[in-house]
């Protein structure tokens, strides 16, 4: 069975084009939850509503929990609460990008 740390390091591998870090070290992921099943399903934000490359970074997430093996079902849902802001960043992350 796939578990909650599978999926964090999987997500690793999706970057925020912009920035070049990776979703979970900006804080952009807000919720893992796997079911017995094999089904997940991540919700995460983006920087701001108006990202860009949002659409590309929830595929790029959705295709890589898919990867896993004993996943059944993928689901990630983009949310807006709690709103984004630096400070959900990796501090060792937001120390390298804004000193």
């Known amino acids: 069975m796939v578990t909650v740390e599978q999926v964090r390091d999987a997500l690793r591998a999706v970057k925020d084009p912009e920035l070049n870090v990776n979703v979970i070290d900006l804080g952009l992921v807000y919720e893992i939850e796997v079911s017995d099943g094999g089904e997940v399903h991540v919700e995460m934000t983006l920087t701001s509503p108006?990202?860009?490359?949002?659409?590309?970074?929830?595929?790029?997430?959705?295709g890589v929990i898919e990867k896993l093996e004993g996943v059944t079902k993928a689901n990630?849902?983009?949310?807006?609460?709690?709103?984004?802001s630096?400070?959900?960043m990796d501090p060792r992350v937001r120390s390298l990008l804004w000193g």
């Open 50 to 62: 108006g990202c860009p490359v949002g659409p590309e970074m929830l595929s790029d997430a959705h």
């Open 76 to 84: 990630v849902e983009l949310v807006w609460e709690p709103y984004w």
């Open 86 to 88: 630096p400070e959900k």
